[in-house]
């Protein structure tokens, strides 16, 4: 029988944090949910009662994540997923981002998943247990034109989070990088667009025609991997969710295998004659 566990998740009132905070609950376990306005889960809070702590802050707030997290913990007594999932998109090509937009979108996806971890990182390291989740995307692992700001975000949170890894295996707490492919979790509607140049719209429409609506996966399906991983007693540092990211990956990684080797002497000359 599975214990029994108690979650923390950001971005609870829509697109995964929302269907991971009702599957959570839907089982059994107890969630801290959180978006920006905690009316938006009066209705799981409705039905899941006490089992549903709702609150409202919003992650660029670094005073009022820790004051949430802090006060989840006292509610509920532990912390034991920590799910980082409030985030959006910055889309545009590098040279048409606002750069102010472009810092709100890294305050947003990094340091506000920064915040969260550092705010839960003490309870967790004095329980000496818990399983935190950071949520990338296929983006954090391949960048593509007009979404550099959006790719960046998330290229920092998985060097972030694979850090993060190393350093608390010791203190009994465990670190998954979730990376979605593509969902139709209503992501498109949060996503904001720098002002368009018409010198990059032909690579613009180009991306565009490659996202096929019917290639995207069904959200719903996540929570059944979701609730596999957070009960896994060896979870894996990275979950791909999805059929594409796999295969688009691996083209990728093949593609700087065989640049980096074609470039080997290069590499190799660049050493020097020093011997270390």
């Known amino acids: 029988m599975t214990k029994q566990k108690t979650w923390f998740v950001t971005g609870a009132s829509r697109g995964f944090g929302r269907i991971w905070t009702e599957a959570a609950l839907k089982r059994g376990d107890k969630v801290a949910a959180s978006a920006r306005d905690a009316n938006a889960l009066n209705d799981l809070v409705a039905k899941y009662g006490k089992a549903c702590f709702a609150i409202s802050f919003d992650v660029t707030d670094r005073d009022a994540v820790f004051d949430a997290v802090n006060k989840a913990h006292e509610h509920f007594g532990c912390l034991d997923v920590i799910a980082c999932s409030a985030g959006y998109g910055y889309m545009g090509a590098v040279e048409e981002v606002v750069a ?65 890894a190393g350093e608390v295996a010791g203190f009994g707490i465990k670190v998954t990088i979730v990376e979605p492919g593509s969902f139709a979790t209503g992501f498109r509607s949060s996503i904001q667009a720098a002002p368009a140049m018409a010198e990059y719209e032909p690579v613009r429409q180009a991306v565009l025609g490659s996202f096929k609506p019917e290639m995207s996966g069904d959200p719903a399906a996540t929570a059944d991997a979701i609730l596999k991983l957070v009960d896994s007693k060896a979870p894996p540092l990275r979950l791909l969710l999805g059929v594409g990211p796999l295969v688009l990956i691996k083209e990728h990684y093949e593609e700087r295998l065989s640049t980096w080797n074609e470039w080997s002497e290069v590499s190799t000359a660049a050493q020097g004659n020093r011997t270390v």
């Open 100 to 164: 102010a937009e472009a810092k709100m979108n890294f305050e947003t996806n990094v340091f506000g998943t920064l915040s969260v971890i550092q705010a839960a990182l003490p309870l967790l390291r004095a329980q000496r247990s818990g399983h935190i989740l950071t949520v990338s995307s296929i983006g954090g692992v391949i960048g593509f034109p007009t979404g550099g700001i959006y790719a960046g975000t998330k290229f920092a949170v998985e060097g972030m989070s694979e850090a993060l």
